[in-house]
């Protein structure tokens, strides 16, 4: 009897096994139709997992496990965590080559960067690295990812084996993991049994704001040329610690496209690259894209929608340090299944589609090595003689004001492994002066030569008139920079090569006052966490010049003034407050003993002002931009340290907005469009006008500006678009244009993404903090503002001729600059709105425009419109 149980035991066992083993050999001979010879010892991923590749959607964790399993069981794979996400989930790349590779891989890691200028090497393994799932809710690159290091893993094959003995292979699987367990666990959670095709099932429809981003809502595949998040920064480390020659980028799209490949539109490369790139090694790597595709029989497209023009997509950034950024679209399912004009697309088969273009780049790669070395050579010589020819021998950079700012600027350039040198002296140029230990300069002579020109040169004659996103990206106007070209033969001091932290002076004790300069831009990170901590500060109206140690300082509009008597805390809680404050906001306090200034008003004047702490709600939800909210969190968080709460549009009717002295509304817009604020019904709107009435303080940015125009929340004007007229003035004049031409004459009518110049009332509580009237702006949509009817309440103005870098229609052009404002200021009651026709908050690396917004969330409940008779408005 027991040996009958036994064997029937036995026998089910191995009928379990034996479909098991069949299941994994069918979804082998899925992926990889033509392969035969599999390591019986590497486990396969749904041998590991559970679950068929495709059948369900892989969380990270677990992808994570199976990578640490494959370095455990195979010689061929060493896994390392280089970096951790913002929710704290580990960054994995796998190093994947022959085991003999892997003993000396240190040396070929060295070999690769030095034959980058050398001519040596040539023998030496090639470096490529595969990239998915910088969105995390495109998750085919990343499944794809899975089944790639499975194979290269297990394969027998003799073409495998010759790309392990000739490469080193990285593999990046996920780049934005707290995004992609956001999409995961959606996708799974409302995951059918069978599957539901229905494109309207929720399945296939995340909420607000859906698993693309990061956690702060912001698009990772912006940020490599920007280096804000830590995820960002860690990938950009590995990418110099290696340069490989050849960087994927796996991505997908809408459900009704089919597959993309790069080369792109013909017009969408930077001018920056050598054509080559373009014109040659993408056109030799197409033609193995090609048949790859050809062989599955999936269709595709190419040089149509996606271009190259902005460094900090992850499918270009490598462009620019002499390698080739390689883009790859495919037609989502978002889902498991999914119905298509044509026939339901299958995870599985996005899945397939894009592990065939991972093999075919792998294959491509050593196939073009020869090509590849010769392009990065020739890039790099061509960068230093190109530099060489330059009237511009380098370029001068530093807001002695502001150290924190210019520091921020320098650690970016160190990112980009951008020399730079430490001022030797002080430096006049263009009548702007650059002090040492507050400055540097930038030679143009160096092999990254390209990179400085993408941080400081503009552009604004382009081929195109449609951008599918940035136009102009110059740093140096993003963090509003004083700088200058420097044309004579250049002084320099010590190379830069760690990064610079201002080291702020030792606080003394005051028994009368101690002042802050509102000019540093973590200035307001100090107001918040004084404030926070029961302190009274006040801020000054009008410039002054005070005795500070024995000498003259003079302190413009926004000073901070902390009195030491009166405050309801002790004056030894204040020292050791104010010392923690200077210490964790890296800028210095000054002591004064007395209220009688030098010149200009004194302490006590009624033009020095209480600031109150800003209590701010931050609208959300679908029908808001994801992006913007983003930016504004992500400052206030990281930057700051202050808390927002962030309610739900849906929600809004529920809150108490008396708990609140300001409310931020970032733009409409995004993949969840649902109206913008128009959900926002009569009885809120009446609630948000009797708010404003009582003191609030609210600040619109772009089109949530137009919404409170329209809505009437304010008597300002958007500037609106005049239609011209036929001569007999009944109906508007139409002029007749080829369907065809409809893209680029519609697309030229948008403003993309340009630097324009702004003239900014610097007396007014938005401009506090800024020391030149003319300033950078960044415009990414077409919001334009009438001048306020109130002379006093424009604060900033486009000037006349406003382009500084970018594209920008000549008819947009003529309206910006024809008297059209871009920040107005309303009194409603005793509150006020703050409008802005921009983002002053765009990516988080608009440091140069940021105060505008830290202005209007921390001085916004100060202003007051002043009265035409030349009297004041008082602030009851």
Known sequence: MKKTNLLFLFVCFFASFCLFVGKAKAQNSYFFPKETKFNPAIPTPEQFLGYPIGKHHTRYDQIISYFKELDRVSDRISSEIFGMSIEYRPQIVLKITSPANHARIEEIRKANLARSTQNTGDDMPMIMQINANVHGNEPSGGEAAIMAAYYLAASESEETLNWLNNMVILLDPIQNPDGRDRFVNWANMHKGTPFVSDPLDREHNEVWPGGRMNHYWFDPNRDWFLGIHPESRNRMKLFHQWRPYVFTDHHEMGTNSSFYFDPGMPSSNNWLIPKNLAENIHIRFAKYFEKGMNDMGSMYFTKEVFDKLYPGYGSSYANFYGGMGLLFEQASSRGHIQETTTIPITFEFTIRNQLAMALATIRATLGEKTELIKHRREFFKAALDNARKSPIKGYIFGDSQDENRTNAL??????????????????????????????????????????????????????????????????????????????????????????????????????YAYLIDWVDYYAPKALYHLLNEGAVVQTAFKPFAANVGGKERKYGYGTLVIPVQQQKISADSLFRLVQKVSKAAMLDVQTVSTGYNLSGIDLGSGNVRTVKKPEALMIVGAGVSAYEAGEVWHLLDERIGMPITKIEMATLSRANLSKYNTIVMVSAGGAFLGGGYNAIDENMKNRLKSWLASGGTLITLKSATEWAIRQGLTKEKLKEEKKEESKDKKEPKMTRLDFDKAQATEGAKGINGSIFEMDLDTSHPIGFGYTNRKISVYKNGTTMLEPSTNPYNTIGQYTPNPLINGYISKENLKKLGNNTASILVSSEGAGRIVMFADNPNFRGTWYGTNKLFLNALFLGSLISSPNFDGGEATDE
């Not at 320098?410 to 140029?429: D, Q, R, S, W, Y």
């Not at 008139?465 to 963090?479: I, K, N, P, R």
């Open 410 to 511: 320098a650690n970016l350039l160190l990112m980009h492994e951008i020399e730079f040198f430490e001022v030797e002296n002080e430096v006049t140029l263009d009548g702007k002066k650059f002090e040492k230990g507050k400055s540097f300069i930038v030679p143009t002579e160096q092999t990254n030569y390209v990179m400085v020109q993408s941080v400081f040169e503009k552009n604004t004659k382009f081929i195109d008139s449609v951008f599918y996103d940035a136009s102009a990206w110059s740093l140096v106007h993003a963090f509003g920079m004083p700088f200058a070209e420097v044309k004579t033969p250049l002084t320099k001091g010590k190379q830069v090569a760690r990064p610079k932290a201002k080291t702020p002076a030792t606080v003394e004790k005051s028994t």
